[in-house]
């Protein structure tokens, strides 16, 4: 299964990349990593990160913002799954993000346990 | 303002109503006086007049009757027989002569008779025997009054009467008659009788109806002098001396009687005595004839009515003047009155009244002055009863002004406090915000850190029989130390998570949403979560509740997340309170909590007291500013009670107040209203 991770700060993949150790070393699961949500539409298109099944985005990001992407990538392929990851945790963004057909919302600090299920619980579903 | 008018204006109204009086009364008074004087004096004057006029008659008649039998006498006598023979037989028989002659000399007022011959021998003489044979043409006799009478008897051939002559001898007035004697139409003589003065004297002497000073005055024209024939009542011895000459100022009724003249009026007589006087003329003697009396008698009744009419005049005046004064002082007292009480008005007094016992226009002006003065006292009474309302009202409204104030003052602090903490939340969110991303690397970063090492400790562990024993314990140790030091991180970080944490519930983006609530179920709920919570952490920790709520407070519209956090805050501050006192006063002190609600007309409203450490004074305003604590490091945030205060007062729009005594109690006060 392979996942884009959206978000500005680099140390993300960093954190990622050893939160979901075990899974890269099994090969379950494939992580993309993009700085910004122009980023993410340009990485979508290339071949290797197009199988892409479930992208996790930040809301907060300098240029494009992660709601404007949730929306366009919904306009483009509603059949990937998009979760919302975001240090802001009020209603509207969330209203907004359900309104533009997110899949699921996450609230910082990330609960990795919490995101580790759903992610199985995407891919068993997906496959 | 010299002039009379001003003068008159200056009166008071007593002496200008008497001046009226005096006016009124007097005229009229001094008209009647004066036409009365005058008629009195006119009348009094036309009567004394007549009067006079009366007696002159009278008296004029006498005389008149008395000359004109005497010259009757002496033409008979002239006629008779014997005076005829006598003169023609000279001194032949005087015998019967004397009997004739003494007839008359007897019977009338004849002092002497006379016969005289034409040449002018006196033939035969009764009485003065002197005469006798004496020749009265002869210049010893020939001015005298008997001699003239006899010459122009004799001449004139004709009666004659002689003026009065005093008589050398005896002084006496002496008159004559004197007629021609005729015999045969040839004149014999002429016969000559001697009268006196004395009837005459009488007659003019009669002072009848003359009064004290009243007397007539007769006088002959002699040149040009008037001679008085009968001695006047005031100067008996002037018979046929006094002479008065014409032209004089004096004897001014006497020289016009003498001169023919007739008339009546006040003269001045002979003495310089003013005289009301009647004079007329006496032809057949030739002499003027004046009645008078003096004006001081004659007009003393005029003198009399005169002093009268004085008296009258003095004290009439001083009778009206007296009831002058007396109407005036009734009519100007009421006034005086008035004004008296109109000054008492003017100076405040109220309650003063006119008691005036008079039913005119000034009782009814009195009545209408008391009425004033009552309704003034009333309308005042009235003012003074508004104005002490109208001072209470004010000092009312000046308390409600000031609390007001109070209220706006506390408004404005609070508005200052939410400018502030709203400021503040901003800040605080952005802070949060910028800070919870690096924290959460770095407890993201703790946890893998963590977990990375004790899988290197299990790999060491297995790996251990390869290793020789001491590095195995130096790198046991190191990884112990650096597993410590990572736990360090992840707890400091937690901390610093959870400060940040706060922060953002400050200032949480949309509201909650409100829905009505049972506050008092909700109070509860949260005061036994903080209880239990606090037990939790200190399972020695104890504390009495009591709890009073009151049903009618029922459901208030508000957002129960957020109260729900402001009741456990504050119930857990109670809770700490009590704690730390528990904890320096032990057994002796027991913790007490009171929950208390209670409806309010528009507002419900909600007290949390404890009986813990209370809150100085000079810290009590601050407990609402955010980040402001007094536990110790960890323990608190000091965001508690600031975020306690937006949710009351900026998101239910109530109130938060808190009462405090250090070491004795704190109180915090609720109040929601029902329509925000």
């Known amino acids: ?127 | 303002m010299k002039s009379p008018m001003g003068f008159y204006k200056r009166l008071r109204i007593s002496t200008q109503l008497a001046l009226w009086f005096l006016l009124i009364a007097l005229a009229p008074f001094a008209c009647v006086v004066y036409f009365t004087y005058r008629h009195s004096v006119d009348s009094l004057y036309a009567e004394v007049t007549n009067n006079l006029q009366a007696i002159s008659q009278r008296q004029a008649d006498q005389i008149e009757r008395w000359a004109v039998e005497r010259q009757r006498d002496i033409t008979t006598l002239a006629r008779s027989p014997e005076v005829i023979q006598g003169l023609v037989d000279l001194k032949r028989n005087s015998e019967p002569l004397r009997d004739q002659f003494l007839a008359y000399t007897e019977h009338g007022d004849y002092d002497d008779a006379l016969l005289i011959a034409p040449d002018g021998r006196v033939v035969f003489a009764l009485e003065k025997k002197e005469l006798q044979g004496a020749n009265l043409r002869s210049p010893a006799y020939r001015e005298m009054e008997f001699a003239k009478a006899f010459d122009r008897s004799a001449t004139l051939l004709d009666a004659e009467i002689s003026a009065f002559e005093a008589l050398p001898a005896t002084g006496q007035a002496a008159k004559y008659f004197a007629a021609p004697v005729f015999e045969h139409r040839r004149l014999v003589g002429v016969v000559l009788l001697q009268t006196n003065a004395r009837e005459i004297t009488r007659v003019v002497n009669d002072y009848t109806g003359l009064g004290q000073t009243g007397e007539t005055v007769v006088a002959r024209l002699r040149g040009r002098e008037a001679i008085f024939m009968v001695p006047p009542r005031h100067d008996p011895q002037t018979a046929l001396k006094r002479r008065m000459p014409l032209g004089g100022r004096e004897a001014v009724p006497i020289l016009q009687a003498v001169q023919g003249r007739r008339g009546a009026g006040i003269e001045t007589d002979y003495r310089g005595v003013r005289t009301l006087a009647t004079w007329r003329y006496l032809p057949f003697l030739h002499w003027g004839m004046v009645v008078k009396i003096d004006v001081a008698e004659a007009l003393a009744p005029i003198g009399r009515l005169r002093f009268l009419f004085l008296m009258f005049g003095v004290v009439t005046p001083i009778l009206v003047l007296l009831i002058a004064l007396t109407v005036a002082r009734s009519i100007s007292q009421p006034i005086v009155q008035l004004r008296h009480a109109a000054d008492r008005m003017k100076q405040g007094d109220l309650h003063y009244r006119i008691d005036l016992d008079q039913r005119n226009e000034i009782g009814a002006l009195a009545e209408s002055f008391n009425d004033m003065a009552e309704r003034l006292d009333a309308v005042i009474t009235n003012l003074d009863a508004l104005v002490a309302a109208r001072t209470a009202e004010l000092g009312l409204k000046n308390d409600s002004l000031e609390n007001a104030l109070r209220q706006l003052r506390e408004t404005q602090q609070q508005l200052i406090l939410q400018e502030k903490m709203a400021s503040l939340g901003g800040l605080t969110a952005g802070i949060a915000h910028e800070i919870k991303n690096p924290l959460n690397f770095v407890n993201n970063f703790a946890e893998l850190s963590g977990d990375l090492t004790r899988e290197l400790k299990q790999e060491i562990e297995t790996q251990q029989n390869r290793l020789d024993a001491k590095t195995v314990e130096y790198i046991n140790d190191l990884l112990s130390d650096l597993e410590v030091n990572v736990r360090k991180i992840a707890e400091h970080g937690k901390r610093a998570d959870s400060i940040v944490r706060g922060m953002l519930l400050h200032s949480r983006g949309t509201p909650g949403e409100r829905r009505p609530t049972d506050v008092n179920t909700l109070l509860d709920e949260y005061v036994n979560l903080a209880y239990h919570g606090m037990r939790a952490q200190d399972s020695a920790f104890n504390v009495t509740i009591e709890k009073r709520y009151d049903p009618a407070v029922g459901n208030i519209d508000v957002v129960p997340q957020d109260l729900s956090r402001v009741f456990l805050n504050i119930a857990n501050n109670a809770c700490y309170a009590t704690r730390e006192k528990k904890r320096v006063n032990g057994a002796s002190y027991s913790p007490t909590l009171w929950i208390k609600t209670h409806r309010l007309e528009d507002r419900a409203e909600i007290r949390i007291r404890d009986n813990g450490t209370g809150i100085p004074r000079e810290i009590l305003d601050k407990v609402f500013n955010p980040f402001f604590t007094t536990k110790p490091t960890g323990q608190g945030t000091g965001l508690g009670l600031s975020m306690s205060y937006d949710i009351v007062v900026a998101g239910h729009n109530g109130e938060l107040l808190v009462e405090s005594e250090e070491g004795s109690f704190t109180e915090f006060i609720l109040r929601l209203p029902y329509k925000s």
């Open chain 1, 1 to 127: 299964m392979k996942v884009l991770v959206v978000d500005d700060e680099p140390d993300v993949e960093l954190l990622f990349r050893q939160k979901f150790r075990r899974e890269l070393r099994a090969g379950s699961l494939e992580l993309h990593f993009a700085g910004s949500g122009e980023e993410a539409m340009t990485r979508l298109a290339e071949p290797g990160v197009a199988e892409v099944v479930l992208i996790l985005s930040d809301i907060n990001m300098p240029g494009m913002h992660g709601l404007e992407l949730l929306r366009r990538i919904k306009e483009q392929s509603p059949q990937l799954k998009v979760c919302m990851i975001t240090a802001y945790d009020d209603s509207e963004k969330y209203e907004t993000a359900m309104r533009y057909g997110a899949d699921g919302y996450v609230t910082k600090p990330i609960d990795f346990e919490r995101l580790r299920r759903e992610v199985l619980h995407l891919e068993a579903r997906g496959t």
